[in-house]
């Protein structure tokens, strides 16, 4: 028997942590016309994040900063009660493995807290790392452009870097050599090294996110390419990061693990 209810759920509260960026702004006006959440605090530079975070009641804060102050940002809202979702680049090994201790710590305290960081939330992108990933193996030569507006100020991008890392670790497991090239001189336009495989960062205006990566053997060539014409792409990846991050205790890294592609 089909039972309808009358129930309905409460709004999750929402801060965002970066709120008067690019990104905050799209993700205020997402979160405002997302009928299951409510935009409870905005926080910007200069304010006292945990404060902010414990006054509003939020359940869920949603950093979109810098990289300088995110993790800071993501033990204040853990501080201040919250379950935190972050999109902001930056993010290495030593950084996670402090907010992996943090989120121990809470719930041997009996709070558990959830932590889902993803260098990329666009359907398109998270996709191309997959694709990417799993083609690694099977080639001979591979290497990866990102392509930004010029106002970014980090490269290679975060996406960039977590796709490298997903070729690496693929190509690895599989046994595959190094891609050849017989640089000997030039290594400055050969792009960075990102545990072996060259990332080509570009910056251009009119660009908002997007990367290739190119794949070789000898007599044919794959190319995975996602284009983010616009940051509302990111959107309905925040959004369900959002509503998953209250229910997955710990950290999480990468969309893909929500969207159970990996
Ligand atoms: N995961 C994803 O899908 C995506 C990730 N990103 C990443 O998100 C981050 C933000 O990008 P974008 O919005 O373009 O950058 P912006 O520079 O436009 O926005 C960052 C905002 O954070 C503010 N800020 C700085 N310090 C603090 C602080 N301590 N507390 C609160 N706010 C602070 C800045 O204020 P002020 O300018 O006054 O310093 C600014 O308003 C970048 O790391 C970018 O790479 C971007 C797009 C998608
Ligand atoms: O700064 C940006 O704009 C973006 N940053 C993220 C990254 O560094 O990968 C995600 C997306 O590429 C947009």
């Not at 960075?192 to 000898?218: K, M, P, Q, S």
Request: net charge negative; with cysteine.
């Amino acid at each position: 028997m089909n039972l309808v209810t009358n129930q309905t759920t409460t709004p999750l509260k929402v801060a965002v942590l970066g709120a008067a960026g690019r990104m905050g702004q799209t993700v205020c006006a997402a979160v405002d016309g997302a009928p299951d959440l409510e935009l409870v605090a905005r926080v910007d530079a200069g304010d006292d994040v945990a404060a902010v975070v414990r006054e509003s009641g939020a359940d869920v804060a949603i950093d979109f900063t810098v990289p300088s102050v995110t993790e800071t940002n993501v033990h204040a809202a853990l501080d201040a009660g919250a379950h935190v979702v972050v999109g902001t680049t930056g993010w290495d090994d030593d950084s996670r493995g402090r907010v992996s201790e943090h989120l121990e710590r809470l719930a041997q305290a009996g709070t558990p807290r959830g932590v889902l960081i993803a260098p990329n939330f666009g359907l398109s992108a998270v996709l191309a790392m997959t694709f990417a990933a799993k083609a690694a193996r099977y080639f001979e030569s591979v290497e990866v452009i990102e392509l930004h507006h010029p106002d970014k100020v980090d490269a290679p991008s975060g996406t960039a870097r977590h796709t490298a890392h997903a070729i690496a670790a693929a190509r690895a497991e599989a046994g595959v050599a190094p891609s050849p090239d017989a640089t000997e001189t030039g290594w400055e336009a050969r792009g960075a090294d990102v545990e072996g495989v060259r990332v080509h960062a570009v910056r251009l205006r009119g660009l908002v996110a997007h990367e290739e990566i190119l794949f070789g053997n000898t007599g044919e060539q794959l190319s995975i390419r996602q284009d983010s014409f616009d940051r509302v792409s990111f959107m309905p990846g925040v959004l369900l990061a959002v509503r998953e991050v209250v229910s997955r205790p710990g950290l999480t890294v990468g969309l893909e693990k929500v969207l159970d592609l990996s």
